[in-house]
């Protein structure tokens, strides 16, 4: 489970514009997948990373699985996955070497990182560019290294940062039948500028703009929903 309590996060504090996200609140349960949908700058990004510990709030709090990311961070951290919108995956490094090292990082030992690789590989047709080197793959081929990564230690909770970005048509729609598996036992919350990625993929959404949330009431008017928010913070 995420909750997000009137979390505020500020970068310039003597700026009058220095509140990138302003008193967002909201939920997502186990067995939920949630959008947070909104043009570039409107603060998505800041949400997701604040929730895997990357930012700390300046006033507000964030509790996963009933831990507070501020009092336990690294333990916040383990029951997350972060698949960011831009990976910055280590060029010179074997596919299974980086998985194996990314199992390491959440202190899994060399038999559970290998079971995990393994499994991992089938889910995302990683096999046959297994011993490549990362800087030698597709832009698709890594998006799916760095999701493998985020499920390496098999977490509870999946923050996804536009998760189909480089992907073709085909694994696009593999993709979201995996994130809907998925979405049957964990908690996942997915970032996303696609608006009719949203219906298809998730049971509730909500639009950031301008460092400010907005609940979805009708994801099958979400189009609607969007430009009508979208528009009146311009007027």
């Known amino acids: 489970m995420i909750e997000v309590k009137d979390f505020c996060k500020?970068?310039?504090?003597?700026?009058?514009?220095?509140?990138?996200?302003?008193?967002?609140?909201?939920?997502?349960?186990?067995?939920?997948?949630?959008?947070?949908?909104?043009?570039?700058?409107?603060?998505?990004?800041?949400?997701?990373?604040?929730?895997?510990?990357?930012?700390?709030?300046l006033s507000g709090s964030i509790i996963i699985d009933q831990t507070d990311i501020t009092q336990e961070?690294?333990?916040a951290m383990e029951l997350c996955g972060y698949l960011p919108e831009i990976s910055s995956l280590p060029p010179e490094l074997k596919v299974y070497d980086f998985l194996l090292y990314a199992a390491a990082c959440h202190n899994l030992n060399k038999t559970e990182a290998q079971k995990r690789i393994e499994k991992l590989s089938k889910d995302f047709s990683l096999s046959e560019f297994l011993h490549n080197k990362i800087k030698n793959l597709s832009k698709g081929q890594q998006q799916r290294v760095s999701f493998a990564q985020a499920l390496i230690h098999n977490p509870p909770n999946l923050i996804l940062d536009e998760p189909v970005s480089g992907l073709d048509p085909a694994q696009i729609l593999t993709l979201r039948k995996y994130i809907k598996m998925l979405g049957e036992q964990k908690t996942i919350l997915v970032s996303t500028h696609i608006l009719s990625e949203v219906n298809q993929l998730c049971s509730k959404a909500y639009i950031m703009h301008q460092g400010e949330l907005h609940q979805v009431k009708n994801l099958n008017n979400i189009e609607n929903e969007f430009i009508r928010i979208t528009q009146e913070a311009q007027k």
């Open 10 to 57: 500020q970068y310039k504090p003597h700026s009058k514009n220095s509140f990138c996200v302003k008193n967002v609140s909201f939920k997502v349960e186990k067995g939920e997948i949630a959008a947070l949908v909104g043009p570039n700058g409107s603060g998505k990004t800041t949400v997701l990373k604040a929730i895997c510990g990357f930012h700390y709030p």
């Open 73 to 75: 961070p690294q333990k």
